[in-house]
């Protein structure tokens, strides 16, 4: 291979399309563009989502819900993946460690949902009140958590 041989592949260089030069050239007089309207003149643009003054689709539909930006920081546990934890003591470390809960998670919380059968005392890690009395109920303990 010589440097002074190179050329790019057949088809992948192209002249640049040259609008409004005549008739002759098949993209003369209005260019492509059109007959008259905002579109058709320079600087002619508008905002996304502009209806040409009538009320735009997204203002005119409610509001709904909102999206938590904490959601990706508070992961829930469900009682059934607590028997993944190694040892009866349950904190935020012990539940990321056994690849319960991403690493990126500040709390957990656990959540009634499952069936646990071992003793667990959990640390730092919150409940909810269905979740606790199956623990309690298991011979476990909750600790609250601040």
């Known amino acids: 291979m010589k440097l002074n041989t190179l050329k790019p592949a057949e088809g992948a260089k ?21 007959h008259k309207g905002q579109k058709s003149r320079a600087g002619g643009f508008h905002k996304v989502g502009f209806e040409g003054g009538q009320m735009p689709l997204q203002r005119r539909l409610p509001k709904r819900g909102f999206f938590s930006r904490s959601r990706e920081f508070v992961a829930e546990v469900r009682l059934n993946e607590l028997q993944a934890v190694q ?7 012990s539940l990321k460690a056994a690849g319960v809960v991403p690493s990126l998670a500040l709390r957990a919380k656990v959540i009634l949902s ?3 059968e071992k003793s667990v005392k959990l640390l730092d890690v919150s ?19 601040a």
Not at 127 to 142: D, H, N
């Open 14 to 34: 192209h002249a640049k399309r040259r609008v409004g030069r005549g008739i002759g050239s098949g993209i003369g007089k209005t260019a492509g563009r059109g």
């Open 87 to 93: 040892g009866n003591e349950v904190s935020l470390a």
């Open 114 to 116: 499952g069936k646990i």
């Open 127 to 145: 409940a909810t009140k269905g979740a606790r009395a199956a623990i309690e109920a298991a011979g476990g303990s909750v600790a609250d958590a």
